[in-house]
């Protein structure tokens, strides 16, 4: 199970080096074609055969946060219609937005910026 994990964080990791390597894109943009390819994965329930086949590597990138993002707002459609999908979106991710927003915070009071 290590070794797959190992082995799919590094596929993707490959993966992203070789885009930015042969195309323009910035490290943005390809974050941005990962989340959205957990996403697509998750609709179709792909992801979650790759997390029970690696494990816990398949939660560690950020495909991960596509797939988090989808796969609740999907849970929650089914319970509450519509607005579900707008609510849902938002139950698994809250604790890693709020962190990331709270901690970003705190830095740049800390660390003050070249220009």
């Known amino acids: 199970m290590y070794v797959l994990s190992f082995l799919f964080c590094g596929f993707l990791c490959l993966i992203a080096q070789i885009i930015i390597d042969n195309t323009k894109l910035s490290a943005g943009h390809i974050t941005s074609i990962f989340v959205s ?63 990331a927003i709270v901690i970003s915070f705190f830095i740049a009071l800390i660390f003050r910026p070249k220009n």
Do not use: N, W
């Open 37 to 99: 390819l957990g996403a697509f994965l998750d609709i179709f329930d792909i992801y979650d055969k790759i997390v029970s086949c690696v494990g816990g590597g398949a939660l560690v990138p950020i495909t991960s946060f596509g797939h988090s993002l989808i796969h609740a707002a999907l849970d929650r459609a089914q319970e509450s219609g519509f607005f579900g999908l707008a609510m849902g979106m938002f139950d698994l991710t809250a604790t890693g937005i709020t962190a």
